[in-house]
């Protein structure tokens, strides 16, 4: 019995794990993919922190305090989503230009 409630005490870590990089790394990852293109990783990386937190921050305050939509997890969920696929396809509609 005790071996199953371990499993869900490591699950709390995976969640843990994986919500810092959609949230940390994703976002700002997926826009310098779109606005820096001679960039290697290390400095793509770097960048997608700061991007990230800016654009989790600033579409935090347009949610709440701007539209009055309340925040929790499924909607900020939906709202990093939506980013990371229109700077996805802002990258294809690019590629395809050329």
Known sequence: MSEFFSFFESLSVI?????????????????????FKQI???ERIALSFGLSIAVVT??????NKLIGIRISE?????????????????????????
């Open 15 to 35: 969640r843990g794990i994986l919500g810092f990089i959609l949230v940390f790394l994703v976002p700002g990852f997926a826009w310098t993919l779109v606005f």
């Open 58 to 63: 600033l579409s935090i305050l347009v949610l």
């Open 74 to 98: 499924l909607n900020l969920l939906a709202n990093y989503l939506s980013y990371d696929c229109r700077a996805y396809s802002n990258l294809l509609s690019q590629s395809t230009e050329k």
């Open 40 to 42: 290697d990783v290390l």
